[in-house]
């Protein structure tokens, strides 16, 4: 298992890059909900993409580094811990998808796994912080279930089905044999 721990030069153009591609696609929200969250072009991929990459500490490291971009950039703060469970530990979730770097299919099993991390923090977030919120009879968990899987379930199923076109998974793993060259 081939597991990267510290950053060089490379590592880090490249996790940088990916960031700026995630920030970008970020800001072209197909729906924006009025809690916080959105739907967007492909964002949490680029993220997931670093861990795959890398390993899961370099990717969580960029997710956690993406997560204070959009802090700063797009904030929606009640209280600091749940600063840190949206921002810090829902993206920094995302870099996860480097537990399967070497896997058979890893990087749509990374992908999926990373947006499962960020969705657990986004629940709990919205569980305990915003479920408040809820409809007048709906129990919080199902509100923040509910709430949280329309936007990282539409965004997650868009991204898996242009993962699965065959050119795209060709074109990704270039990319990896070009980022992880010596």
């Known amino acids: ?51 795959y990459l890398y390993g899961t500490r370099i990717g969580v490291t960029a997710g956690a580094a993406y997560g204070l971009l959009q802090l700063v950039i797009d904030p929606y703060i009640i209280s600091v811990p749940q600063m840190l ?20 299919r890893g990087m749509l099993k990374g992908y999926l796994l990373g947006i499962c991390g960020r969705f657990v923090f986004a629940f709990l977030s919205g569980y305990i912080f915003f479920g408040m919120y ?22 997650g199923l868009a991204t898996v089905a242009i993962l699965c076109i065959p050119s795209v998974r060709t074109a990704l793993d270039q990319v990896k044999v070009l980022a992880t060259k010596h």
């Open 1 to 51: 298992m081939t597991i990267v721990s510290h950053f060089t030069t490379k590592r880090l153009a490249f996790s940088s890059a990916a960031i700026a591609l995630a920030f970008v696609t970020s800001n072209i929200k197909l729906l924006h909900l009025p809690f916080g969250g959105s739907i967007t072009l492909f964002s949490m991929f680029f993220i997931c993409y670093v861990g």
């Open 85 to 104: 469970c949206d921002y810090v530990f829902a993206f920094g979730a995302l870099g996860l998808a480097g537990v399967f770097a070497d896997a058979k």
């Open 134 to 155: 809820a409809p007048e009879g709906m129990h919080p968990a199902l509100y923040s279930a509910a709430y949280n899987g329309i936007y990282i379930g539409i965004e």
